[in-house]
C-alpha cells in the first residue's frame, strides 16, 4: 500500500517537473568512493549531462570549428590523449599533458597545479585559452543561439538559453558522469579476490609496501589524495606547477597527485608527458628520482626483481574501467 502511495506521488512529480528536468539524476554512487559533493545551484540531471556530451563533442567549441574537447580528451583513452602535448587551433601547443577525466569531478582543486577552484567554472579555461580552443564564452554563446535544437536542449535543461553560466555548467555535468568504479580492482575490494590475477594481487602488496610507498600517495579508492608533491622529476623546474598559484618556493615543482585509474590507457605520463611508458615510470620510482629541495621525501628508491617489476605492472593494468566510454 505504501509503496504504491509512493509510486504514484512519483508519476505525479515527473508529470509536474518532468518537462524542466529539474529531477535530480540517479546518481550512482560507487558504495567505496567518497560523497560526490555537486553544486546546489547545479543538480545533476540527464538533460544536463547529455547537452554537456553534445557540446564536449562539438568543433563548434573553438574559434576556427577545429578543436572539440574530445580532441584533447578522447574516449577511448579514459578521456586523455595519447600526445604529450595536445594541439589546440591552429596547432598551437600548451604547456602540459592532457589528463583523464574519469572521476575528475571528485578534485576539490581543478587541474594539475590546483589553478581552478570550481569544475563548474573550468570549462571556460580551455574555451577562453588562446592555445586551446582561442573563442571568447560570449562569441561561443552567439554561435549556439543560432542554432535552435541548442536553445531548445539549453532551456529544457537549464530554463535559459546557452551563455557564460550555462555552457560551462552543462561540460561540468558531462564530466560529473564520468564517475567509475568498473575496474578489476574495484572487483577485488568489493571482495571478489579472484578479479585480480596472482600477479596484480602481488603488484597490489609492492605498491602498499613501505619500500615502494606508492600508495602514501596513490591512495584510497581514487588512488590519489589529491595533495600536491614533487616527485622528483627534475632539478630545475620548467613548469613550476602548483608554485605557480601559490607563489611559494616550496610548492616549486609540485603537482597534484593523479589518480592511477586508467592509467594503462593514459599514456605518456607526468604533468609533461615526458615518461612513455608504465615501464619508465617505474624505473624512474625506482632510482628515487632527481635531487630537488621540494622532493617528497617518500621517494628513496627501491629495486624490483623482473617478476616483481611485472606484478607492478599488472596491478596498474587491473586499473582499467570495464565501462566503454565512447557509448553513452
Ligand atoms: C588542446 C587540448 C585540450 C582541449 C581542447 C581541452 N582540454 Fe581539458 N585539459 C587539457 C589539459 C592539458 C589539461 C590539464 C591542464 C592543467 O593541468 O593545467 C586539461 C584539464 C581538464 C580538466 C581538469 C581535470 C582535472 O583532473 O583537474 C577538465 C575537467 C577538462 N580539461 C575538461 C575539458 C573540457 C570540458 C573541454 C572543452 C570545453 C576541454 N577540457 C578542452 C587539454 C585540453
Ligand atoms: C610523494 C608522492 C608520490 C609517491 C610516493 C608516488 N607518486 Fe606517482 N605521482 C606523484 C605525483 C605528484 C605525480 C604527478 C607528477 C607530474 O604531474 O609531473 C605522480 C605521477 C604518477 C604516474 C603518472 C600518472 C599520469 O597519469 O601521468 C604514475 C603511473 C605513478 N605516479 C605511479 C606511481 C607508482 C607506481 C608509485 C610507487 C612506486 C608512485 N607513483 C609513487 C606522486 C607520488
Do not use: W
Not at 568512493?33 to 546546489?40: G, R, S, V
Not at 621525501?297 to 596491478?315: C, E, P, R, Y
Amino acid at each position: 500500500m505504501r509503496f504504491i502511495t509512493l509510486l504514484i506521488i512519483s508519476l505525479l512529480l515527473v508529470i509536474v517537473f518532468g518537462c524542466e528536468d529539474k529531477t535530480q539524476l540517479l546518481f550512482n554512487q560507487p558504495a567505496h568512493f567518497p560523497n560526490l559533493l555537486i553544486p546546489e545551484n547545479n543538480p545533476l540531471t540527464q538533460k544536463k549531462v547529455d547537452l554537456g556530451e553534445r557540446l564536449f563533442g562539438d568543433k563548434n567549441l573553438s574559434i576556427d570549428s577545429t578543436i572539440m574537447c574530445s580532441s584533447c580528451h578522447k574516449a577511448h583513452l579514459a578521456l586523455a590523449d595519447s600526445l604529450s602535448i595536445s594541439p589546440g587551433v591552429y596547432g598551437r601547443l600548451g604547456e602540459r599533458n592532457s589528463p583523464s577525466l574519469i572521476n575528475a569531478a571528485y578534485a576539490p582543486l581543478i587541474n594539475r597545479d590546483g589553478g581552478v577552484a570550481k569544475l563548474d567554472i573550468q570549462a571556460l579555461i580551455p574555451i577562453e585559452d588562446h592555445n586551446e580552443m582561442g573563442i571568447s564564452i560570449l562569441k561561443l554563446s552567439k554561435r549556439l543561439i543560432q542554432d535552435q535544437s541548442y536553445v531548445d536542449a539549453f532551456g529544457e535543461a537549464f530554463g535559459r538559453g546557452p551563455d557564460g553560466f550555462t555552457i560551462p555548467r552543462a561540460l561540468a555535468s558531462y564530466v560529473r558522469s564520468l564517475v567509475d568504479a568498473s575496474t578489476p580492482y574495484d572487483k577485488y575490494l568489493g571482495g571478489q579476490k579472484d578479479s585480480l590475477s596472482p600477479a596484480a594481487q602481488r603488484g597490489l602488496h609492492l605498491f602498499n609496501s613501505e619500500e615502494l610507498a606508492c600508495s602514501s600517495c596513490h591512495s584510497g579508492p581514487l588512488l590519489t589524495s589529491f595533495e600536491f608533491e614533487n616527485n622528483g622529476l627534475y632539478t630545475d623546474y620548467a613548469d613550476r606547477g602548483r608554485a605557480l598559484i601559490s607563489l611559494r618556493e616550496d610548492d616549486v615543482g609540485k603537482f597534484r597527485i593523479p589518480s592511477l585509474r586508467n592509467v594503462a590507457l593514459t599514456a605518456p605520463y607526468m604533468h609533461d608527458g615526458s615518461l612513455a611508458t608504465l615501464d619508465d615510470v617505474i624505473a624512474h620510482y625506482a632510482s628515487g628520482g632527481q635531487s630537488h629541495k621540494n622532493k617528497s621525501h617518500l621517494l628513496k628508491g627501491f629495486s624490483l626483481s623482473a617478476d616483481q617489476h611485472l606484478d607492478l605492472l599488472a596491478f596498474l593494468e587491473a586499473l582499467t574501467s570495464e565501462r566503454d566510454f565512447t557509448k553513452s
